[in-house]
């Protein structure tokens, strides 16, 4: 294959945090498995991302895959708060990035920040622009039984009209979404509704915990039930709830558990999260509980899986999927979640645990004190969490979103044979 027609695509994600590093080792691994006649692969990251990247990849001559540092005031500018700042930031340097690299395809690994200037018509001269959708939350009437509030309604109302017009924009190659139920509704609500894909999100690879990873895990007390929240403590995954609703446990429920928070905390809720933490402390000796303000190695993660008998996800009305009810899924463990939303439906829909208002704190506590008495009160379905994972290996997310990216450009060499592009039930 000559050079020039090997379809060239560039990453841009200026957001290290959460899922990105296993996303992106994803997708490079299934481009070396490609090889260079059949894809070329840019990422333009965060410069310490990008570094990290540029000391695991093979040296120049061998490669097909090349890392590319934003500027700090180009991750500023694509991280502000203002969505509609951030989403008109990272198209004009995807834009512009695309044109330097001389790449024919770009993907977006966040779209969502990119609704409002690709509605508006914007493009990056001729070359298809794709990218994953989160949050597509406009189909959560129909599989919710809480009416939305009004600001939600407000939400999904602006969401409807910048999804319409962001399917019709010619420069739109593939919308790939990562919640399983809402190429259907758009199938019924979009006329470019071709151009939605479903991709599975992936299962992290769980690894076999180190020595010193078990070292968190093993201060458990042995006698107590472990429940364990981790993952990005922000406001939303619902920390202070969980807090508040811990200290309303009954002393004789509250003294047969243990429960640790682990995970960096968001900063706008770091000195309220650790004063309460102080104040249960001193006033609940009973309930054991520790605070772990720090991002966990996979195999800490993995050990703490182990060691709990339950997971909790106590969002808050949040909007999109959750790697956390994965991690769950993949070690057998039921969760403690949500009733709202993607995660409430995959929690219903797989057998995955219980779903409740987690935003009730007297029905949070009730639902922790009854799973504290006895863990039979929460059920769950292993073989719903095996099929789960199952259709959401890394492999096949990396070969959807490739395939999905070039827009039609297919190489058998971009995928194995078994691979399928069939959406998810």
């Known amino acids: 294959m000559a050079t020039s027609s090997v379809p060239h695509l560039l990453i841009l994600e200026p957001d290290s945090r959460g899922h990105v590093r296993e996303w992106i080792s994803y997708l490079v691994a299934a481009a070396h498995k490609a090889g260079p006649d059949a894809l070329r692969l840019s990422l333009a990251v965060p410069p310490s991302l990008a570094e990290e990247l540029e000391r695991t990849l093979p040296p120049v001559r061998h490669r097909n895959v090349r890392a590319m540092a934003l500027t700090p005031r180009e991750v500023a500018a694509c991280m502000h708060r203002q969505l509609w700042i951030s989403g008109m930031a990272r198209w004009w340097i995807m834009r512009r990035l695309m044109a330097r690299a001389a790449a024919t395809h770009g993907l977006f690994l966040a779209l969502d920040h990119l609704s409002l200037p690709l509605a508006l ?63 259907d509704f758009a199938a019924h609500h979009y006329p470019r509704a071709s151009k939605v894909t479903t991709i599975p999100d992936p299962v992290c690879l769980a690894p076999d915990p180190a020595a010193d990873e078990r070292r968190l895990a093993t201060r458990v007390p042995n006698e107590r039930k472990l429940f364990l929240l981790f993952g990005e403590l922000t406001a939303r995954k619902g920390v202070l709830v ?52 720090r ?16 997971v909790l996800a106590p969002y808050q009305r949040f909007v999109g999927s959750s790697g956390i009810i994965l991690w769950a899924a993949q070690a057998r463990r039921p969760v403690l979640c949500q009733d709202y939303g993607l995660v409430g439906r995959l929690t219903r829909d797989f057998g995955l645990g219980m779903a409740l208002d987690t935003t009730d704190t007297a029905a949070l506590a009730q639902a922790l004190g009854a799973v504290a008495r006895d ?29 999905g990216a070039l827009c039609g450009h297919h190489d058998t060499r971009l995928a194995p044979a078994s691979a399928g592009r069939e959406a998810l039930p």
Not at 295 to 310: D, N, T, Y
Request: with cysteine.
């Open 121 to 183: 018509g914007l493009g990056a001269g001729h070359r298809p622009l794709s990218g994953i959708l989160f949050r597509p939350s406009v189909h959560y009437q129909h599989i919710n039984a809480h009416p939305p509030s009004l600001r939600e309604r407000l939400r999904e109302l602006r969401k409807v009209v910048l999804y319409r017009l962001m399917l019709r924009n010619p420069a739109v190659g593939a919308v790939l979404s990562l919640d399983p139920y809402f190429a």
């Open 242 to 293: 969980l807090l508040e609703a811990l200290q309303r446990v009954p002393p004789e429920l509250a003294c047969q558990i243990a429960v640790v928070v682990a995970g960096p905390l968001d900063p706008p809720i770091r000195d309220a999260v650790r004063s309460t933490v102080a104040h249960i402390h001193r006033l609940r000796p009973d309930l054991w509980l520790h605070l772990e303000d």
């Open 295 to 310: 991002r966990l190695a996979s195999g800490e993660i993995v050990a703490l899986l182990e060691r709990s008998q339950v």
């Open 375 to 403: 863990t039979a009160a929460i059920k769950f379905d292993t073989r719903g969490m095996e099929r789960l994972c199952n259709e959401r290996k890394p492999e096949r997310f990396a070969q959807i979103v490739i395939e």
